[in-house]
């Protein structure tokens, strides 16, 4: 018998429902159903998800129609069933809010066996349906993961932007990870007031099911998903490299794209990004302090063969009267540059207001270049590397 959690029941229903259910039943304790599925699964201690939640008639209609239809939406692959006495006017509104049954409170053990069944099937159909066989390694996704040698040289600006470029070429399949674990504010530019953060997302039951770690992404009006970053240094400190890879495991099967946004410097959480990257991009201020620590960087990840195939040299902050040329940072790093981002009076705007520049439809120059940057990935490219590069060159 499929998995039941049993919510906002009393003694005597539960008795019924674990007999039903061959004692296969989780029973939560009393009190006011969560309004969050996430928060719902925080109950679950040993962080295994049902294949079908019961809903006594002990919580209030509102309660129950609010979390049905969050279920519906953010977990398909587990069916609701309702206890409740029924009424024409709760049958509309339950199969409004996704409930796949509804059962008398007087129901018997057979009544009861008979709505488990029937919702553990379509709570299967739903995941073949969601999950087809092959679509495993189609969305065993590009792990695209920013990395620089130092601060304050705009990769958040470069991982926010580049994420908001590939969720317009692939909508609904990519994922950004804030992992500048102490002080990481993905969040705020990207404006979002996340309810949960990357602790939330390596621990407790959802670091044992992709379904639940997707109740604990934080969604963006572009149709991103994001982990943001902790609220605080230490429960930052709590993530481990493990943790990391685990992660980005799980959400590399889920996503076409994950961007990782890391701290300046190897951290051991970066040395881990960058162990299960695909692709890395590196990104430098176009100066000499900037290209020195570049060069650096990629000596390290040489010696420790951490550069994967996917290799982008990306460097901000160029400025004609800067004194660098492009071809000047090629021979101190001894690899090519792939793109150039300019220096741009929109980004500090675009910052300030939590809203990308790819999000905002700018034509300035440094927008140009980040769609450029995106085309490096995105299924349909909109120019040629050799073309971005040659066009670099000739300015320089």
Request: hydrophobic share 45%; glycine share 10%.
């Amino acid at each position: 018998m499929s998995r039941v959690v049993l919510a906002a029941s009393d003694d005597e229903l539960a008795r019924r429902v674990a007999a039903a259910a061959d004692g296969d039943v989780h029973v939560l304790p009393a009190g006011r159903l969560p309004g969050d599925p996430a928060r719902l699964f925080e109950q679950l201690t040993d962080g295994e998800l049902p294949e079908v939640l019961m809903i006594g008639p002990g919580a209030p209609a509102v309660e129950v129609l609010g979390l049905a239809a969050r279920m519906d939406a953010q977990c398909p692959g587990i069916s609701v069933v309702l206890v409740a006495r029924q009424e024409p006017e709760l049958w509309q509104a339950a199969m409004r809010a996704g409930i796949r049954d509804l059962l008398d409170p007087g129901a018997d053990v057979g009544e009861i066996r008979a709505a488990i069944e029937r919702a553990a099937q379509a709570a299967a159909g739903r995941r073949r349906a969601l999950r087809p066989a092959d679509d495993t390694s189609r969305y065993t996704g590009r792990v695209i993961t920013v990395a620089s040698p130092k601060g304050g040289v705009g990769k958040t600006t470069v991982a926010t932007n580049l994420a908001i470029g590939l969720t317009a070429s692939a909508p609904q399949s990519t994922v950004l990870v804030d992992l500048d674990v102490q002080f990481g504010d993905v969040a705020s530019a990207l404006g979002l007031v996340p309810e949960h953060t990357l602790p939330d997302a390596v621990h407790g039951p959802a670091s044992q099911d992709t379904m639940v770690l997707k109740t604990f992404l934080t969604g963006h009006p572009s149709g991103l998903y994001a982990v943001c970053g902790s609220d605080s240094p230490a429960a930052g400190d709590t993530v481990s490299a493990a943790d990391v890879t685990a992660l980005l495991t799980s959400l590399a099967r889920e996503f076409r794209y994950v961007v990782v946004d890391t701290a300046p410097g190897l951290s051991e959480q970066t040395l881990a990004a960058l162990d299960r990257a695909t692709d890395v991009v590196m990104l430098s201020s176009m100066d000499v302090p900037g290209v020195r620590g570049l060069r650096k960087e990629l000596d390290v990840l040489r010696e420790l063969c951490m550069i994967p195939a996917g290799r982008h040299v990306v460097m901000n902050f160029a400025d004609p009267k800067g004194g660098l040329s492009v071809r000047d940072v090629e021979t101190t790093i001894g690899t090519g540059v792939d793109v150039v981002l300019p220096r741009s009076s929109a980004v500090p705007a675009s910052t300030n207001q939590g809203v990308p520049l790819l999000q905002s439809g700018g034509r300035d120059p440094m927008t140009k270049e980040l769609r450029r940057l995106v085309a490096r990935f995105a299924a349909t490219p909109l120019v040629s590397s050799g073309r971005v590069r040659a066009r670099h060159r000739a300015a320089s």
